[in-house]
C-alpha cells in the first residue's frame, strides 16, 4: 500500500537471522525461533483476572538464532539496536534488578524503557528457578514488531528465549508451561503483573485463526477470521514505555475487589454479588470490577458472533470495550480515543477499540477489508486534524504461532 502513513511489513526471514548470527559470531547458529506478535479482539485486562480473551497472531515478529556454548553465559546481540550483552546463566538475585516501574531512578533520573536483553535475562532466570539446568548460548535478536504499543514485542522475546532454550536443553515444555512460564518472566522479575494471554497466544497461533482463550485453564478454541475483513492497526505514536505503574496500580484494585467479595479472582464474579457491594466500596473499585465482569461477556458474545461470521455484532462489541476501558477501567487516553473516534466515523469500520494494556500505543479496527486503503487515507487525515500527531496504520492477517527450527 503506497498511502502516506501506512506500513508494509518488513519481510525479516529466517536466512537474516542466520546471516545476522553468522556475521556478529563468525559460526553457524544451532537454532532459529520465529515468534509473532498478536493484537487482541476483544478481552482487555480479563487474563490475570482467569477471564476470557479474544486474541490472534500478527505477521510482525521476533526472529532469534541461538547457538549453545561451553561457558556459563549468555552473550547477546540486537542487529536492531547494533547492541551487546552479556550475563551469567548461573546465579540469579531478583534484588539486582532496577525497579523499572519506579517514577524515577535512585540518580532522581526519569526511568528508561526497559532494556530488551532484560527479557531475556528474565526468561532464563524464570527457566533456572523452575530447576532447568540452563547452560550459556549465544544468541541474535532481530524483528519488526514496534514496542510500546500493545503488539506483545516483550513477550515475543520472552517466548523466543524459553521455545529456543527448550529445544537445546531438551526440556520437553508443553506450550502452556512456557506461557506459564513467560508470564512469570515478567511478573516476577520485570515486574508488570501481566496476564498469561500474550505469550500464549504467540505460541499457540495459526494462520487466518482467532482463539478463544480461557486464561484459567488455558483451554482455547479457534475461529476462522475470512479474508473479507481486516484488522487494521492504529498507531498512534503515543507510547506507553512508563506506564506499568498503572497496569499494576489496576491489578492491585482487581485484587482489593476479590478481598471484599471473598472470592480468588474476578472470573467468579457475577452480577449480584457486584450490585450487592455497590453502596461498600469506592465507586472507582466498583467500576473496575464491573469493566471485568461485562468485558468477559462481551468475549463469549464475541466469539458467538464469530462462529456465524456476525461481523457486525463483534465491531459493535469491539466498541463498546473501548468505551469500557475509557470511563470504567480509565486505562485510555486523548490519543486512543480520537482514533478510535475518527476509526468509527468510516462507515466500512465495524468498530474501534484501544489495543494496547494502558494510556498510549496503539488501537485497532475491524473493518472491510476492500476499503483499508481509503480507510487509512480518512483516518490519518482526521487523527491528524485532531491531534496535530502523525499516526501509521498496518495491516494483517494472523499467522503461524512461535516456533522453533533446528538448523
Not at 532464563?124 to 504499543?149: H, M, R, T, Y
Not at 478463544?212 to 479457534?222: E, F
Not at 480518512?378 to 495491516?395: H, M, N, R
Request: hydrophobic letters at 40%; glycine letters at 8%; a negative charge.
Amino acid at each position: 500500500m503506497n498511502t502516506p502513513g501506512t506500513r508494509e511489513v518488513q519481510k525479516i526471514t529466517r536466512d537474516d537471522a542466520i546471516k545476522a548470527f553468522r556475521a556478529h559470531f563468525g559460526k553457524e547458529p544451532e537454532i532459529v525461533v520465529r515468534t509473532p506478535g498478536r493484537v487482541n479482539l476483544l478481552g482487555e485486562h480479563t487474563d490475570y483476572s482467569k477471564g476470557f480473551v479474544l486474541p490472534m497472531t500478527i505477521s510482525r515478529a521476533v526472529w532469534m538464532a541461538f547457538r549453545a556454548c561451553d561457558q556459563n553465559v549468555a552473550r547477546l546481540y540486537s542487529a536492531d539496536y547494533d547492541e551487546d550483552c552479556s550475563f551469567g546463566v548461573e546465579r540469579f538475585s531478583k534484588q539486582d534488578r532496577p525497579d523499572y516501574f519506579a517514577e524515577k531512578d535512585e540518580d532522581g533520573e526519569k526511568r528508561q524503557p526497559i532494556p530488551w536483553f532484560e527479557y531475556i535475562r528474565a526468561s532464563v532466570w524464570a527457566l533456572s528457578d523452575q530447576g532447568k539446568n540452563c547452560k550459556g548460548f549465544e544468541a541474535v535478536v532481530l524483528g519488526d514488531i514496534p514496542q510500546g504499543v500493545g503488539l506483545a514485542s516483550s513477550a515475543a522475546l520472552e517466548v523466543s528465549t524459553i521455545l529456543a532454550l527448550n529445544e537445546l536443553g531438551g526440556y520437553n515444555l508443553s506450550k502452556p508451561d512456557m506461557a506459564k512460564l513467560a508470564q512469570r518472566a515478567e511478573n516476577e522479575w520485570i515486574g508488570l503483573k501481566s496476564g498469561v494471554m500474550n505469550p500464549m497466544i504467540c505460541l499457540i497461533g495459526e494462520p487466518g485463526k482467532v482463539f478463544l482463550v480461557d486464561c484459567g485453564d488455558l483451554k482455547y478454541t479457534s475461529f476462522d477470521m475470512p479474508n473479507t475483513v481486516a484488522v487494521a492497526f492504529m498507531d498512534t505514536g503515543v507510547r506507553h514505555y512508563r506506564n506499568g505503574a498503572t497496569y499494576n496500580k489496576r491489578r492491585e484494585q482487581c485484587a482489593e475487589i476479590c478481598e471484599i467479595l471473598g472470592v480468588e479472582n474476578l472470573r467468579m464474579t457475577t452480577q449480584e454479588m457486584l450490585e450487592g457491594v455497590r453502596d461498600k466500596i469506592p465507586s472507582s473499585l466498583f467500576s473496575k470490577a464491573y469493566h471485568v465482569l461485562y468485558e468477559n461477556m462481551r468475549v463469549q458474545s464475541a466469539a458467538s458472533a464469530l462462529q456465524y461470521s456476525e461481523f457486525d455484532i463483534l465491531g459493535k462489541l469491539i466498541s463498546e470495550s473501548h468505551f469500557s476501558l475509557q470511563y470504567s477501567y480509565e486505562v485510555s487516553c486523548f490519543e486512543l480515543d480520537a482514533i478510535c473516534d475518527v476509526a468509527r466515523s468510516y462507515p466500512a469500520c465495524l468498530g474501534a477499540r484501544m489495543a494496547g494494556s494502558c494510556l498510549g500505543g496503539g488501537a485497532i479496527a475491524l473493518i472491510y477489508a476492500a476499503k483499508a486503503q481509503d480507510f487509512a487515507e480518512k483516518v490519518l487525515e482526521g487523527y491528524y486534524k485532531q491531534t496535530g500527531k502523525k499516526a501509521t496504520i498496518t495491516f494483517g492477517q494472523a499467522t503461524e504461532g512461535a516456533k522453533a527450527e533446528r538448523l
